[in-house]
């Protein structure tokens, strides 16, 4: 069964930076592409960025792009989002998510597995 596990959220102060990790359990991070999403309070799930399954290829929201990065290490079978110059709009629940494709998706309604979420607080 696959298990998804995410960590490194916290409280940060307005331009400053943290690093969230997503572990994956039960079967090789290879087979899937990965991706970050968040949701706000009273707001849907959206999409942050997404990685291909071998990492070549990435992807990342128009919100945060320059600022987020994607990242993975097959070997760790873990995923990485590095998060740089945080605003207090980037304030939410961010969960990682797999999808047993190629590329993976933008939609959270084709992820297959989540995980719990961890909370990113970004004081101004």
């Known amino acids: 069964q696959v298990q998804l596990v995410e960590s490194g959220g916290g409280l940060v102060q307005a331009g400053g930076s943290l690093r969230l990790s997503c572990a994956l359990s039960?079967?090789?991070?290879?087979?899937?592409?990965m991706g970050w999403f968040r949701q706000a309070p009273g707001k849907d799930r959206e999409f942050v960025a997404r990685?291909?399954?071998?990492?070549?290829?990435?992807w990342h929201a128009d919100s945060v792009k320059g600022r987020f990065t994607i990242s993975r290490e097959n070997a760790k079978n873990t995923v990485y989002l590095q998060m740089n110059n945080l605003k207090p709009e980037d304030t939410a629940v961010y969960y990682c998510?797999?999808?047993?494709?190629?590329?993976?998706?933008?939609?959270?309604?084709?992820?297959?597995?989540w995980g719990k979420g961890t909370l990113v607080t970004v004081s101004s």
């Open positions: 998510a797999a999808n047993m494709s190629t590329y993976g998706s933008n939609k959270p309604d084709d992820m297959d597995y």
């Open positions: 990685i291909s399954r071998s990492g070549g290829a990435t």
């Open positions: 039960g079967r090789a991070l290879s087979l899937y592409a």
